[in-house]
């Protein structure tokens, strides 16, 4: 017959000399204990950890103890539930057995691995943030290649700000009282324009009246340039 009760008296005394720091009986009737376990150091030092509490029923080894995550730090609840998954598959595979030690060294390796992917995930990341980085400086120096979708759609952007624009600037000349056309503006506003000047010497009666003092005797002018080959006397009498 199994005497229970001293297999979980031995197992008691080989868990406390294995794990002196973080091993704590919480009762004897039934017995029930904590052993914490912490992962290797990660990057940065960083560290996961879960304190396990187990209960032992009265027939273990033959039945599976009770166990529960009593606290836990830095760690997911998926990672919570990966645990005590692997828990309950350790304790099946090793009923008939003391499997404490088992269940902590297995649950020991699996915090290895979710440090270990902590500092896979973080690497991930930081490369992400370099690619991202990488090419929101590529789009700043080179610009977003022109196609034809995207030239057109600026063209048509573009001709209505500058539309919109001139009408602006027009709209401000005016009230500024500014506008200034050019003559084929004016020509094209006024075709009046055209015959002003015969107009104009209709009314002073086809007569223009010329202050002839204000010219000289065409003999009094010097116009002889007898060291000129090219000059040519005009004989003005003979006209």
Known sequence: MTDYS?????????LESIYPDSFRVLSDA?????ITVTSDAG??????QATLKFTYVDKYPDEAPSYEIDSQENLEDNDISDIITLLDQQAEENLGMVMIFTL?????EKLNEIVDQIKTRKEEEKLQREKEAEEAEKV????????IENFLSWKAKFDIELAEHKRKKQKEEEQAGKIKLTGK???ETDHNLDTSDIKFLEE???SVEVDES??????????EDDDDPDYNTVNLDSE
Do not use: I, K, W, Y
């Open 6 to 14: 001293e297999e979980q008296r031995n197992e008691l005394e080989a």
């Open 30 to 34: 039934p017995p029930c204990f904590t």
């Open 43 to 48: 990057e940065n030092d960083e560290t996961v």
């Open 104 to 108: 902590v060294s297995a649950v020991q």
């Open 140 to 147: 700043l120096f080179h610009g977003t290649p022109v196609t």
């Open 185 to 187: 503006q004016l020509f």
């Open 204 to 206: 002073a009666g086809n």
């Open 214 to 223: 204000l010219f000289q005797e065409m003999d009094d002018l010097e116009l």
